[in-house]
């Protein structure tokens, strides 16, 4: 047996001049036919998808481990970044703070100024009085005369009434 399977055979080609004839099909009937479904290809389907679907997890296993791996080696970066970003709030605050401050300090600033505004033209109105006192004050002598007055007053007597106003019975 070892030696026929050694052996090759001789191929057989179609001959030129006979045409060849198709084999005749005999359609099968009844359960002969059911027998003779293609279950193979069912199952080689079958295993194709179970296959595939072991791949997928394989890969998605792999995909996970190395997502793990990034994550762990990013991390640093992370909590930078967290750290930054919180820094970041608090100096936007500060500034908020101060932009407020800002902002009252201008007001009161303004207010002082129009104060001060004010004083000076009051103050330029004073000292044109004085000028005109100073002015007044060049024509009066440096010695005035005033009168004598007398520090006790005079006693005055009561005159005397007898009168009635005929309102009373008496």
Known sequence: ?????R???PIELPRIDSPA???PT????GRAAEARRPVHLAVVVGLSAAAYAAALAGVTALQGAADRELAAANAPAADALALLTDEHDR???RLAGAGSTYGLTAAAYSDITDQLARLEDRLGKLAAEVKKVEGSAAWVPPAVRMPSVSRSAPQVSRPASNGSTGASSH
């Open 1 to 5: 047996m070892a030696e026929a399977l």
């Open 7 to 9: 052996r090759p055979r």
């Open 21 to 23: 004839r198709p084999a």
């Open 26 to 29: 005999v359609k099968p009937a």
């Open 91 to 93: 100096l936007e605050a």
